[in-house]
T-cell receptor
Framework: DAEITQSPRHKITETGRQVTLACHQT?????MFWYRQDLGHGLRLIHY???????NKGEVSDGYSVSRSNTEDLPLTLESAASSQTSVYFC?????????????FGPGTRLTVL | AQSVTQPDIHITVSEGASLELRCNYS??????LFWYVQSPGQGLQLLLK??????LVQGIKGFEAEFKRSQSSFNLRKPSVHWSDAAEYFC???????????FGKGTSLLVTP
């Protein structure tokens, strides 16, 4: 079955370190998204991509970057981790258009920055 | 700018009682509206979605939602709540199917015996 996976599921790192969170989907979806979830804020969009080589900034993109070199993967990089980036990160994907389309979410990565 | 408001942060209902979770949106064009559920420690699962047509939408797990354009609302309902419905519920709005979504802050549902 097609799916969307994230790794690692849990990560503890130190302030100032570079961290990369992986997201891989096997639906061959064009669209991929990264959200962060914080208590009292719900989910907020970090970056998104509507296809290979396409990336766009979301609401809370400062301190994060993404690159899209193939359809299946959209890794999220924290250039220099900060305590404010302690959060749960969700990756999602969807196909373009169509009334039956759905945005599917991965299981999440819990990141702690000490 | 698009936004979603879920006025209730926490809701407690007794098992077997009816449930209504509120969602209000602000959007300049025709909204695409969604309800997702998140069980503890899990990812988000789509309950239902509205794109057009019938304003009463049926979803999974016995949930339904009604789109009311005049009130800019998309409230989620269930006639009889089960203990397994305890979870976090998120309303979301987007410009088109499949594009980036704007989420509300969520409503945490507690179900008591």
């Amino acid at each position: 079955d097609a799916e969307i996976t994230q790794s690692p599921r849990h990560k503890i790192t130190e302030t100032g370190r570079q961290v990369t969170l992986a997201c891989h989907q096997t639906w061959n979806h064009n669209n991929m998204f990264w959200y962060r979830q914080d208590l009292g804020h719900g989910l907020r969009l970090i970056h998104y991509s509507y296809g290979v080589q396409d990336t766009n900034k979301g609401e809370v993109s400062d301190g994060y970057s993404v690159s899209r070199s193939n359809t299946e993967d959209l890794p999220l990089t924290l250039e220099s981790a900060a305590s404010s980036q302690t959060s749960v990160y969700f990756c999602a994907s969807s196909e373009i258009a169509g009334s039956t389309d759905t945005q599917y979410f991965g299981p999440g990565t819990r990141l702690t920055v000490l | 700018a698009q936004s979603v408001t879920q006025p209730d942060i926490h809701i407690t209902v007794s098992e077997g009682a009816s449930l209504e979770l509120r969602c209000n949106y602000s959007y300049g064009a025709t909204p695409y509206l969604f309800w997702y559920v998140q069980s503890p420690g899990q990812g988000l699962q789509l309950l239902l979605k509205y794109f057009s047509g019938d304003t009463l939408v049926q979803g999974i797990k016995g949930f339904e939602a009604e789109f009311k354009r005049s009130q800019s609302s998309f409230n989620l309902r269930k006639p009889s709540v089960h203990w397994s419905d305890a979870a976090e519920y998120f309303c979301a709005v987007g410009p088109l199917s499949g594009y980036a979504l704007n989420f509300g802050k969520g409503t945490s549902l507690l179900v008591t015996p």
